[in-house]
């Protein structure tokens, strides 16, 4: 783990905020649009107490350089309770020179709690979902569309005891056009249950993705964007 400066701290602290920092060219992709990704992350971390009727207490930034053949290749951190402990984590995706893209976690400590192994190869890359309990046991999910441009793979993965483990797998849907600075659709929660929303492969159909007994695919509308807006506001 390479930062820059790092404070103690307790079990309650969490992240309140979060951005990439340190824009670099070093690794020309340019899946989002333009060639540049960030070579750092920083965090804001609030120490707080478990007692809600005490006062939170000093507030850090960690900054988490990383080395020279690895970039965040990625929009914006999101901040995620992964672990269900009532404080919040980062997951970011993180692109090696030689391996490609994983989906990293961060915590409060600047430290990587779980990863995805990188997808094998340079200019490979991944586009998050997003992450909730999504098939009710009491476990985060994470999920991503892999190589949204050629494997067009949704994969998902359980964060249990410290780790990630893949769960599922669901073949020809994506989220991410080549050269688009946004990510289609996301995690929606109309009813009991969250629903992952994403994109048939040949991009004509919205889907969304559930778990009762098994994971299941839907088509809910046709795509367009002002349906796909509709659809994760549970509107349709």
């Known amino acids: 783990m390479w930062l820059a400066w790092q404070s103690p ?3 309650a602290d969490t992240i309140t905020s979060a951005r990439f920092t340190e824009p670099t060219t070093r690794y020309a992709h340019g899946v989002l649009g333009d060639n540049i990704e960030y070579g750092t992350l920083e965090l804001t971390v609030i120490e707080s107490s478990v007692d809600n009727s005490l006062p939170k207490k000093k507030q850090t930034v960690l900054t988490i350089p990383l080395p020279s053949d690895r970039v965040f290749e990625d929009l914006a951190p999101r901040l995620v309770d992964v672990d269900l402990d009532g ?18 976690i961060y915590d409060a400590r600047g430290e990587k709690i779980g990863a995805t192994p990188h997808i094998g190869t340079r200019y490979r890359w991944l ?25 067009k793979t949704l994969r998902i993965w359980r964060f249990k005891n410290g780790a990630l483990t893949e769960i599922a797998t ?3 849907l994506t989220n991410h056009r080549i ?10 929660n109309c009813n009991t249950h969250p629903e992952l929303i994403v994109v048939s492969a040949d991009w004509q159909q919205i889907v969304s993705i559930s778990y009762e007994r098994e994971w299941t695919t839907n088509t809910v509308a046709e795509f367009t964007p002002a349906d796909m807006k509709q659809v994760l506001n549970c509107l349709n």
């Open 9 to 11: 701290v307790t079990a």
């Open 87 to 104: 404080t919040l984590e980062a997951m970011v995706v993180e692109s090696s020179h030689q391996t490609g893209a994983q989906l990293a």
């Open 127 to 151: 586009a998050p979902i997003g992450a909730a309990d999504l098939d009710g046991d009491g476990f985060v999910e994470v999920a991503y569309i892999d190589r949204p441009h050629l494997a």
């Open 170 to 172: 669901l073949p020809n």
């Open 179 to 188: 050269g688009e600075d946004f990510i289609t659709g996301g995690v929606r």
